[in-house]
């Protein structure tokens, strides 16, 4: 058996939202031209490659894009 406590791995207490920096910020994680979408371009591309290699290489890159960011 297993629970599940839904909780914030880093506590978040925003005292001034900014709904501009939010729309930024979304769109650079999963917008058109963000992170999410360039990740399923490379895994999507590395199932037409011919050469194993290069398909090791997009299936890098594309995992790479999926990894979580620590920005300082």
């Known amino acids: 058996m297993w629970s599940y406590d ?23 994680l999963g917008g058109p031209d963000g992170e999410l979408g360039a990740s399923m371009r490379y895994l999507n591309q590395r199932y037409a490659m011919p050469y194993k290699e290069c398909k090791g290489i997009l299936t890098d890159i594309g995992t ?4 979580p960011r620590s920005y300082p």
């Open 6 to 28: 839904k909780r914030l791995q880093f506590p978040v207490k925003i005292k001034n939202p900014d709904p501009q920096l939010a729309k930024i910020v979304i769109s650079q």
């Open 64 to 67: 790479e894009e999926l990894a």
